[in-house]
């Protein structure tokens, strides 16, 4: 009768089902009288010991503590957990803190990784989300491009402007290129040196052009731009490649161009590759490597030739078309490979699908080895130049003539500049390559440029702020009373700022150049103070980069932003892009003071100094020697 109780037999037992947990556990007997429930005792289902039940759960609820406590907990975790799941089943209202900051955060990801709008719309991404926060809601493809995204843009383009206000001279290179989407664009990017001596870049903007690149189309472009972002006023110098329409445009703004140098060395790299004996042995070159990429077999005959001949297992490379460095990258590859390659050629199997096919002659090889020679100078010089590890062609014979030549003219028309960056770079400021005369004839331009800036007072306390307070002496009696009648000061006669400007232009001069290895802004930011005048002229020099490489580099990223996924995207979605990904980084630590730039660019002080070292017999006598020999 007892076990008929406890499984719940509804002829011999009443169980009350009353909402306190509790009665799941416990149950009544029936009185032995009659078929009524006996509620003075109840009987615990587990134990089957009988509790005193007094009209209340109290002592119900001890005996399951004392005598079965993991019912409660098990209990107690359930309900939480049904609490936690309808607490996560609201929702974050679009305008709470949380959800903004998530928002942000996929706008940031978006931006910074190069990604399309519509990864909101992805399966995968919306799992991601929903995993990490079950509470928030994506915002739509739309609302991420006509909200979200303009938004970080205006608050992004506020601490650029900022930071642009304080430059003493701004310098902007700029480049034109065309989508996929065959739109064309024109990308600025501005370069400064700020209050801490550290080289500041920015994307500005990368317009569309409705037109074609006309020189005309570029130049009202490059006004709207110095106009928009308040630059008129910082003096500034714009660096660009070398294709006529770009040196028109600058020439109709009216401001100071300067040639992209690594351009130039493009130009002039092209230029070598045309002539006849190089090519024909490039393209012997190419005609093997091309081969090896076919053939399965000779692919396979190479690798087991490189095992025998401990060479690197390295493929070997076809240049591009288009790629003019990848040219040097194929003829280096296959000089390294090519006794195996040699051997492979050698091969019956390899012989038997192109019998045509021979290796260079010993002669080849020995022009190809010149040629990679002669070509490490220049290549060291774009990496100088550019800050990029991608090797250069233009130190074939028939070629350095038109090098030196092009050199020439550039440091003729922009000598004035030129030389007063390298005079102002203390690591070059010892112009060693250039005849005295034209050094001292440099130095003293510098002196009168430095006498004439304006607010010379207020350029000489430069960062006085900083100086530690002078402390005086406590005044006796006797001073007080006598002291401006007995002053033992003498008025020394007032220096005209000629000759201040000289007297520092000597001290800089008499202090030993520091080290190529070196940065000079942080020695002008450590020698300010010493000489405030040509610290002002330092500023605005050397923050002018000798190649429009920063603007070039926007391209891979372009590339990125702008493919057949994103093609739709309209001219100003893809300059806010482009303008988020380049400084978000900056408006993030810009309130801070702290910066940090991976697309740092060199100064023309270090271009044409690296440049005319490669070039100049005195120092590279091999050079000289390929070249006459080819």
Known sequence: EFQKLLDYSPTKTIVHLLKADVWQHFGFKNCEDSEEPDKSKAVCKMCKMEVKHCGNTTNLRNHLTRHHPDILLA????????????????????????????????????????????????????????????????????????????????????????????????????????????????????????????????????????????????????????????????????????????????????????????????????????????????????????????????????????????????????????????????????????????????????????????????????????????????????????????????????????????????????????????????????????SKETCNNTFSQLVLEAAGLENVDTAININMDYAPPIKRSKDSALIFLLGPAYSTKTTAPQKTPTQKAKEEVNRYRGVEPVALSEDPLIWWRDHEREYPLLALQAKQYLSIPGTSVPSERVFSTAGDIVTAQRSCLTPQHVDQLLFLQKNLTVSKNILKGSFSFSDRSVSVSSLVHAVLYCVSPKHNSGFQKSCVRH
């Open 75 to 434: 209990k107690t975790a359930d309900t939480k957990q049904r609490s936690l799941e309808k607490a996560f089943a609201v929702k974050f209202e679009s305008t709470s803190p949380r959800a903004q900051k998530i928002t942000q955060s996929v706008a940031t990801f978006i931006c910074k990784d190069i990604r399309p709008y519509s990864v909101v719309e992805n399966d995968g991404f919306q799992n991601l989300i929903n995993t990490l926060e079950p509470r928030y809601v994506l915002p739509s493809r739309k609302h991420l491009s006509e909200v979200v995204i303009p938004n970080m843009y205006e608050k992004v383009k506020h601490d650029v402007t900022a930071s642009l206000k304080s430059a003493e001279r701004v310098a902007i290179t700029c480049d034109s290129w065309t989508s996929r989407a065959t739109d064309n664009y024109l990308t600025i990017t501005s370069h400064h040196i700020d209050q801490e001596w550290r080289l500041v870049s920015h994307v500005l903007q990368t317009r569309t052009t409705e037109a074609s690149h006309t020189a005309a189309n570029l130049s009202e472009i490059m006004f709207k731009a110095i106009e928009e972002w308040e630059l008129t006023n910082k003096n500034p110098v714009i660096v660009t490649d070398n294709a006529a329409n770009m040196v028109r445009a600058v020439e109709i703004t009216g401001w100071l161009h300067i040639g992209c140098f690594a351009h130039t060395l493009n130009l002039a790299s092209q230029a070598g590759l045309k002539v006849p004996a190089v090519a024909q042995l490039l393209g012997r070159v190419r005609r093997i490597a091309s081969f090896f990429h076919r053939s399965t077999v000779a692919s396979c005959k190479l690798k087991e030739k490189q095992k025998i001949l401990n060479l690197p297992a390295h493929k070997l490379v076809n240049d591009g078309v288009t790629r003019w460095n990848s040219t040097l990258e194929m003829l280096e590859r296959f000089l390294e490979q090519q006794p195996a390659i040699s051997a492979a050629l050698l091969s019956p199997e390899v012989r038997r699908n192109d019998s045509n096919l021979c290796s260079l002659t010993e002669a080849d090889i020995t022009d190809g080895e010149d040629i990679v020679k002669a070509l490490k100078p220049l290549k060291a010089a774009t990496l100088v130049m550019s800050e990029e590890k991608s090797p250069t062609l233009s130190i074939i014979a028939p070629l350095h003539a038109q090098l030196l030549e092009k050199m020439i003219m550039y440091v003729t028309m922009h000598m004035y500049i030129q030389h007063n960056k390298l005079t102002l770079d203390p690591r070059f400021k010892a112009l060693p390559f250039l």
